[in-house]
């Protein structure tokens, strides 16, 4: 009976994980979808590429705690992982005096059709701009796409920073039928 119990408990579980999220598609170009998953308390914008500018995509918490800004370009090149450490590792040296850290720690995240690597700062300045004081930046690649992003931060650690990269790791693009 506990066995059965248990099983009910994960599968309702798995449920609401499935209705938490809603699944938003975006028209990237006129052969290719965006799709992305994210929670109802993270805000999604899309801008499509017009003008020679790449398309991006903003997400945002409710509470305005945590906004990543995203830059989606097409690539015919496909960076290693080392080519995208590297040019975090410049991107982040450029704001080491501006920074509590003292080093720059990547980190990969795996995602459904990207691999993103990033890294977290904290800003040295008692007062910083906009009330953020916490930055993530990073990069991520898929066959024929690559994105950079910036998230903004209230705070270190907490539910909005998470919903977002976690609807990060959903995103997905593909081509239209």
């Not at 995509?57 to 830059?71: A, F, G, H, Q, Y």
């Not at 501006?98 to 795996?110: G, L, T």
């Not at 690649?141 to 919903?163: H, I, W």
Request: hydrophobic residues 40%; glycine residues 6%.
């Amino acid at each position: 009976m506990k066995i059965f119990a248990l099983i009910c408990w994960l599968m309702a579980g798995n449920v609401w994980f499935a209705t938490g999220a809603e699944v938003k598609r975006f028209e990237l170009n006129a052969e290719e979808t965006l799709t992305i998953a994210a929670p109802q308390a993270i805000r999604m914008q899309f801008g499509p590429a017009e003008g020679g500018q790449p398309a991006h995509l903003i997400l945002s918490d409710t509470n305005k705690v945590s906004e990543m800004r995203m830059v989606l370009a097409k690539s015919l090149t496909k960076l290693s992982d080392d080519q995208m450490k590297n040019q975090l590792l410049a991107a982040g040296q450029r704001l080491m005096s501006a920074v509590v850290e003292k080093e720059i720690k990547v980190q990969e995240m795996k995602g459904s059709a990207f691999t993103y690597f990033y890294f977290e700062l904290t800003d040295s300045r008692p007062d910083p701009l906009q009330g953020s004081r916490y930055v993530l930046q990073g990069l991520g690649r898929s066959p024929g796409y690559t994105c950079e992003f910036v998230m903004l931060m209230n705070q270190k650690n907490g539910d909005a920073k998470e919903q977002i990269l976690n609807s990060l790791r959903s995103l997905n693009i593909r081509a239209k039928k």
